[in-house]
């Protein structure tokens, strides 16, 4: 099979502005119904049973997992960061807005090149892109300072989580990338961060008495969405498109999903935005684009 990446074309385009639509309204579909189960109960629900059906399509394609070989070690690793980065946003979903989570969670492509650059020499920034991460924390420092006292101390408390799960979803990149997972089979390491973010959420929402449930058709209906759309069948899409086409243009193109997170928090949950939170947020993402998008950027202007 080739190993040759190719540019986005139309068809590949269209998914990814499908695939940030679903994940941009993951964080809604969580805060709708935080009143009829914890979401960090929620996350630790879908993930294992996404992690079931990731191992039934494992079985099926005749794959397996090699943590006899050792790989359980990263696996583990992978497993519990991704565990933390959902604990993080379950709990920072009780105190701030859906809105507010969606853009503090992308920060996670900063985290992973500053982590990436430590670990690796071949990851080594560009000027240019800690131009762009002085940006994103320019916005960080925006979005929690500008906003006055008026704020509720909760909501930065939330605010705060968010931008800790993207540090530990950044912290999950570089133990990808620097581990045995980094040849594994994508499903494989999927598997491994589903049902290790399963174990450590369920213990998690245990221990902190979340395990009250209100059964509704709202909340059936967003469990069924998180675990086959979000996190079966969208995280498999994903993995298939990295490996058809280059990684930094769809790295880019994922940026669409705070976008549509905004969105969807004002939309339908009526969330409110402050001015100094949008600039923040503004800056946040213009970072984030110059950080991921600058191998292109310099690969267009040397071939011209």
């Known amino acids: 099979m080739s190993t040759l990446h190719r540019p986005l074309d139309a068809r590949a385009m269209a998914i990814m502005s499908l695939l940030c639509l679903i994940w941009g309204f ?51 690793l992978v497993g519990g960061l991704f565990g933390l980065e959902f604990m993080l946003v379950g ?11 969606a853009v503090f969670l992308y920060t996670a492509p900063v985290f992973a090149a500053l982590g990436l ?34 704020v509720n101390a909760q909501v930065l408390w939330g605010d705060l989580l968010g931008l800790l799960g993207g540090a530990a979803w950044g912290a999950t990149t570089v133990a990808v990338r620097a581990s045995r997972l980094a040849t594994a089979a994508p499903a494989e390491t999927l598997f491994y961060q589903l049902s290790g973010g399963c174990l450590l959420l369920l213990v998690t929402a245990l221990l902190l008495g979340q395990t009250d449930v209100q059964p509704s058709a709202r909340l059936a209906a967003s469990l069924a969405f998180q675990t086959v759309i979000v996190s079966f069948i969208s995280y498999g899409v ?26 969807f928090g004002v939309w339908l ?4 935005l402050e001015p100094a939170f949008l600039g923040g947020a503004a800056l946040v993402l213009l970072g984030i684009t110059v950080v991921s998008a600058q191998p292109l950027l310099m690969r267009r202007v040397q071939v011209s």
């Open 26 to 76: 993951q964080q809604i579909a969580l805060k709708a119904t935080a009143a009829d189960m914890a979401p960090t109960l929620q996350i630790g629900l879908r993930s294992g049973l996404a992690a079931l059906l990731v191992l039934g399509w494992m079985r099926w394609r005749g794959e397996r997992l090699h943590w006899r070989e050792g790989q359980w070690r990263a696996g583990a």
């Open 91 to 101: 709990e920072g979903l009780r105190h701030t807005s859906a809105a507010h989570m």
């Open 117 to 150: 650059a430590w670990v690796q020499r071949s990851e080594r920034l560009h000027p240019v892109q800690w131009a762009g991460i002085g940006l994103a924390f320019a916005g960080m420092a925006l979005a929690f300072l500008g906003r006055g006292e008026a």
């Open 238 to 263: 994903w993995f298939w498109l990295l490996r058809q086409y280059l990684a930094s243009r769809l790295g880019v193109f994922s940026f669409l999903t705070p976008l549509f997170g905004v969105g």
């Open 269 to 272: 949950l009526g969330e409110a």
